[in-house]
């Protein structure tokens, strides 16, 4: 439960850091984008898992989605459901989730799958409450991404692994920005790890991409450029069969 209780120490933190516009650019410029252009339009019944202080289940809701979310940290849930557009949040285990087979007919696990302690069981209770033909849109920060870094802030920076790509590795990160400090709580695995736990859920990849910085972002700022070389972060669309 190492990632879960970070996350839950760090909840008035992330709210903050996510209710203020500009901050989170990745996920305003980058990722955002991308979500968008693999998410399916509105059926029956979303499933935001690790819905956190309830940014997306908001956005979700906005687009016409049914939603419900779910976190396993009781301060985010708080913090979802206390919101002034207040979010279907429950307090749950990922790889204990409180729904019968087949609930959903799409799982969005929007840059969380990265902080589960327990992958191949959160992946597996996903294709569980999935429908026939349901669908899930996961993004992750890209295992090449958290495997290595940048040597400095130039354009064309040496990119090190630093460690292991193969081997899981713990990674807390903490970042200040405008006066808001925030620790990121999550943990490095390599692709296989994502693609082994998909493919035991039962579940089958139909469209991976791999964000980068926005050509605008890199031609205005050249300590970005180096991050149009290397992906930062990993969309995913996979479908139950």
Do not use: K
């Not at 709210?15 to 305003?28: I, Q, S, V, Y």
């Not at 007919?105 to 327990?118: G, R």
């Not at 460690?163 to 200040?176: C, L, N, R």
């Amino acid at each position: 439960m190492r990632m879960t209780q970070g996350w839950d120490r760090e909840a008035g933190n992330w709210a903050r850091f996510a209710r203020t516009p500009g901050l989170d650019r990745a996920h305003e410029n980058i990722n955002l984008p991308v979500l968008r252009e693999l998410l399916p339009a509105p059926g029956a019944r979303t499933l935001d898992f690790g819905c956190g202080e309830g940014r997306l289940s908001r956005l979700l809701a906005s687009l016409g989605h049914r939603v419900t979310g779910i976190d396993a940290s009781p301060a985010m849930v708080a913090l979802a459901r206390g919101h002034a557009d207040p979010a279907s949040a429950l307090l749950a285990d990922g790889s204990a989730l409180p729904f019968p087979d087949e609930t959903f007919d799409l799982v969005v696990a929007y840059m969380c799958l990265h902080d589960v302690d327990d992958l191949p069981g959160a992946t597996a209770e996903i294709g569980r409450v999935l429908t026939r033909g349901g669908r899930l849109c996961a993004a992750i920060v890209h295992p090449l991404n958290s495997a290595g870094r940048f040597e400095g802030r130039e354009p064309d920076a040496p990119f090190v692994i630093a460690g292991s790509y193969a081997d899981p590795a713990p990674v807390a990160d903490t970042v200040e920005r405008d006066g808001y400090r925030l620790t990121f709580h999550s943990e490095h695995r390599p692709l296989e790890a994502y693609s082994r736990a998909l493919e035991g859920a039962g579940l089958l990849t139909e469209a991976i991409r791999e964000a980068r910085v926005s050509a605008a972002a890199a031609a205005s700022d050249p300590a970005q450029r180096r991050w149009a070389r290397v992906p930062l972060f990993l969309h995913l669309r996979a479908v139950r069969p």
